[in-house]
């Protein structure tokens, strides 16, 4: 009774929250719109300043809803009580109780490092394991690879899991052959297979981990708010070395909580789906939750990429709750290690998101969702904005130098118009931008240091300042080549051309100069073009748009320093960057950090690196018996068919592993027959060269 | 189950039979073939030995009519033919943590639980809203304007809208 009072409550003051929040975003909109339009040289009366204005409006509109939520957010968390935090229901007393259900854990992985998956996998296992609850879960790792050893590398880690942690019919794994839907579509066919087995599921990325109290306190939540159909978590990033990575999990750990507890402010039961880390109930999941394919083609067309916001609008329009439980802790990712990686990402998210404003006026949407579609759009569209305001103000400081001025715009007038500047003007504005975008940082820094007393756990209070004047610099010198990028997305998304699903590269490694070149090299010409226009036809232009120029010329060093894993240890050690969980390292992170060391290990007596799945498949009689158990019943083949891996088999043998594509070798992996033969005659087979050449120790003439 | 022992390394008719070809190149790369084959299943050294052994005899009087010593061909096969008839030994014996699969039998290791097929059919979703969002609006509208009232209100609101333009220029 009483949590339906509270869901009727919360209903009402979001409503009022949201209008509130509306009402602070248009004022200050307002506002720097008129300071704006009172700097510029004809006082917004022509066409390109009326431009100019609007476009600044959207883009200050956007960066004050970050502000105001970041404040809310502040107040929530200084007064150290939330009376509409969905955890606040979580009653201690029911830790041990009965479970409605059975709660399955879904690892859903493309192509991705498999060591790093199944050590993760293992250390939440035995977190788990340790609450004692673990009978309540199981695992399932749901596979869309499509790299053939890596594919075998998966189910070679699988079994040596289950045996090692006698976790057999506790861990499964299940490849796709066809990744239909991606990601999304690999949750619905295990919804489809075996979802009436579960009430619950917990959904990670490849990069997730969580430990087993937040896996708990996350299904007690459930328990006790039937209707809550997606509770998400906010993640913290964590274990990263190279510089850029850092500067984001630091900025994740200090910025991130007076944000969540903004988000939670305003949205309350309207809340994300992030994709991962989060926890839905699976019954309503199945019945509302499946995703249609759009009309038309991609890039706006066809499968919803980011598929989680839409799944969150469509479980909220069947009337089920989605709430961001921000203060669970225990909820671990990994940031992109380099600028790169970080910008592939972005731009299949940026295509995502674009997309999702085909739903903005689907029928039966709950405005708040609406609102999420479009805050989503705009994270990527404010960076064309941003360059198209660049590219207009830039029109205009050279038509102002070029124009002949008109003293006498009106007719008859006695007296010239003199054109004004008020410098002072462009300097509060300037300023006031500055407060709109770096006082959250400062909010936050005030309440580690002064409200809840963590300075420590950063380093001190010293270097927790040093750090955010650090990442402020760095995310300033960062942010137009991030906006050149963003802006590139989305006009490349606009114009029809679509990204594909490659996996990310999770693992450390560094940029090296030549790629940096390739990806950075035409917005560093662009920097240096605008730049030499600029000083040499409006100089006082110029100095004003250096901090734009100056690191767009400087992206390639930049991208490739930043990527550097030494000079993230040289941050670490001097102190700069540092998070809670490398002071004092949960036990779980502590364990990951020692068992991934990433070291490539070889399968004994013959040399076969662990990763080359393939070889191991054919030449390993364990992992041979293994792959083809795996594959299920015999199928019956065309003769065509047959034929053609007939004659892969014969190339095989004839002439190595090496002269097959991974096409070839995912053929003959999808057939259990040649799979057998090729390895019966490997080992059969008197032709030395040939067995050498599939990792055979050379020929041995003495015992 | 007949024990490793009795598969007759030790019996003297075998050695007998095998001794002429013990020291040919032939004989040993078999030999180590078969071994490694076994060391890839983790098999301990000893029982290592013994399968080999076994299997050299096997592939021996499986081509009793041919002369020399046995050929990898008829030692693999041999080996496997023991391989499945002592599997639950060779479990038992492996000597690492690792299970030995052989035969697509993985030991009571499931990769999947059993099928329990549900349904996830998209509920009707409106897949061009833009053009549905202004069907709606213009029927709506055209619907308000068609009561009488209603025009004629619209009407003296666009003349008065008119004649305040005129009178701004």
Redesign the interface.
């Known amino acids: 009774m009483n949590q339906l009072l509270v869901n009727a409550a919360w209903k009402k003051v979001s409503r009022i929250r949201r209008i509130f929040l509306i009402t602070l975003i248009l004022i200050t909109t307002v506002v720097a719109c008129l300071f704006m339009s009172n700097i510029l040289p004809h006082k917004g009366s022509t066409g390109l300043e009326v431009a100019m204005v609007l476009v600044f409006g959207a883009l200050f509109a956007w960066i004050s809803i970050g502000f105001w939520i970041a404040t809310a957010g502040f107040v929530t968390l200084m007064r150290r009580y939330d009376r509409f935090a969905i955890t606040s229901t979580f009653l201690e007393s029911n830790h041990q109780g009965e479970l409605s259900g059975r709660t399955a854990i879904l690892i859903p992985i493309c192509n991705e490092e498999v060591e790093r998956v199944f050590t993760r996998l293992r250390i939440t296992y035995q977190s788990l394991e340790a609450t004692g609850r673990l009978q309540d879960f199981?695992f399932f790792i749901l596979s869309d690879s499509t790299n053939p050893d890596t594919w075998v590398e998966e189910e070679a880690a699988?079994?040596?899991l289950?045996?090692?942690l006698g976790a057999?019919?506790q861990i499964?794994?299940?490849h796709r052959r066809v990744n239909l839907k991606y990601k999304s579509g690999n949750i619905?066919d295990f919804?489809?297979?075996?979802?009436?087995?579960y009430y619950y599921m917990i959904v990670f990325d490849a990069d997730s981990m969580m430990t087993g109290h937040s896996l708990i306190r996350m299904v007690q939540v459930m328990e006790q708010n039937q209707t809550v159909g997606i509770l998400q978590t906010a993640p913290l990033g964590v274990n990263r070395e190279s510089a850029i990575a850092r500067v984001q999990q630091f900025a994740n750990h200090v910025y991130g909580p007076i944000f969540g507890a903004g988000l939670n402010f305003i949205q309350l039961g309207d809340s994300f789906f992030w994709g991962h880390n989060a926890i839905i109930r699976v019954a309503p999941f199945?019945?509302?939750?499946?995703?249609?394919r759009?009309?038309g083609n991609p890039p706006l067309g066809g499968n919803i990429l980011s598929h989680d916001f839409v799944e969150a609008a469509?479980m909220r329009?069947?009337g089920w709750e989605v709430w961001l439980a921000y203060d669970i802790e225990g909820s671990y990712e990994e940031m992109p290690p380099t600028l790169l990686e970080e910008l592939k990402r972005d731009r299949r998210w940026c295509q995502g998101n674009i997309q999702h404003t085909?739903?903005?006026?689907?029928?039966g949407l709950f405005p708040a969702h609406r609102a999420l579609f479009l805050h989503g759009a705009m994270a990527y569209v404010s960076a064309l904005l941003w360059f198209l305001f660049l590219s207009l103000s830039t029109a205009e400081a050279i038509a102002e130098v070029l124009r002949v001025p008109d003293y006498f715009p009106v007719m008859r007038s006695l007296f010239p118009m003199w054109p004004v500047w008020h410098p002072q003007w462009a300097l509060t504005l300037l300023a006031s931008t500055g407060i709109i975008l770096f006082m959250p940082k400062f909010l936050s820094l005030l309440l580690i240091i002064f409200r809840q007393r963590r300075s420590r756990e950063f380093g001190g209070i010293r270097k927790l300042f040093l750090s955010v004047i650090a990442e402020i610099i760095l995310s300033f010198l960062f942010a137009p080549i991030r906006m050149l990028f963003h802006s590139k997305f989305v006009f490349i998304t606009l114009i029809g051309r679509q990204v594909g699903w490659a996996s990310q590269q999770r693992s450390e490694h560094e940029t090296s100069w030549l790629e940096a070149i390739r990806f950075h090299g035409p917005g560093m010409i662009l920097g240096l073009i605008w730049g030499i226009v600029l000083f040499f036809i409006n100089r006082s232009f110029f100095w004003w748009n250096t901090p734009i120029i100056v690191p767009l010329i400087l992206s390639i060093p930049l991208s490739v320093l930043s990527s550097s894993t030494s000079l993230g240890k040289v941050f670490q050690k001097i102190g700069l960057f540092l998070i809670p969980e490398e002071i004092n390292p949960p036990r779980e992170l502590h364990l990951l950090q020692t068992m991934t060391q990433n070291q490539e290990t070889f399968?004994?007596?013959?040399s076969i690196s662990t990763k080359e799945g393939f070889r191991r498949a054919v030449?390993?009689?364990?992992i041979n018996?293994?792959h083809?158990?795996?594959l299920g019943k015999k199928r019956n083949l065309m003769p065509s068919i047959m034929k053609r891996r007939q004659e892969l088999l014969e190339k095989a043998l004839t002439q190595g592993p090496k002269t097959l594509s991974p096409k070839e070798k995912k053929e003959l992996l999808l057939d259990?027959q040649c799979l057998l033969q090729l390895h019966?005659r490997l080992?059969?087979?008197?032709d030395h060269t040939i067995a050498q050449k599939w990792g055979?120790?050379p020929?041995?003439?003495?015992? | 189950m007949p024990p490793l022992d009795s598969f007759g390394a030790d019996n003297p008719t075998v050695q007998s039979e095998r001794k002429p070809d013990l020291v040919s190149?032939d004989w040993?790369?078999t030999?180590?073939?078969v071994l490694?084959?076994l060391?890839?299943?983790n098999v301990p050294e000893g029982k290592a030995l013994e399968f080999t052994r076994e299997a050299l005899r096997l592939a021996s009087s499986n081509q009793r009519d041919t002369a020399g010593s046995p050929?990898?061909?008829e030692a693999?096969?041999a080996l496997?033919e023991l391989l499945t008839k002592h599997l639950s030994l060779l479990r038992k014996e492996s000597c690492s943590?690792?299970?030995?699969?052989?035969?697509?039998?993985?030991n009571?290791?499931?990769?999947?639980?059993p099928?329990?097929?549900?349904?996830?059919?998209?509920?009707a979703?409106?897949?061009?809203?833009?053009r549905?969002?202004l069907v709606r609006f213009v029927k709506r509208a055209v619907t308000i304007v068609s009561q009488p009232l209603n025009f004629l209100i619209l009407f003296i609101f666009l003349i008065l809208l008119f004649v305040l333009l005129t009178l701004w220029k």
């Not at chain 2, 009571?108 to 639980?113: A, E, I, Q, T, V």
Request: aromatic letters at 12%; glycine letters at 2%; hydrophobic letters at 40%.
């Open positions: 199981d699988w079994a040596e289950c045996q090692t057999v019919n499964f794994y299940r619905a919804c489809r297979r075996w979802g009436k087995n199945m019945k509302h939750c499946s995703l249609p759009l009309s469509l329009r069947a085909r739903l903005l006026f689907s029928k399968f004994a007596p013959i030449v390993d009689p364990n018996a293994l083809r158990s795996l259990p019966e080992w059969e087979t008197l055979f120790p020929k041995r003439t003495s015992l | 190149p040993q790369e030999f180590h073939r490694l084959y060391q890839t299943l050929s990898i061909l693999m096969r496997r943590q690792k299970d030995v699969f052989l035969h697509e039998n993985l009571g290791l499931s990769s999947m639980p099928l329990n097929r549900g349904f996830m059919v998209p509920d979703i409106d897949l061009i809203p833009w549905t969002f």
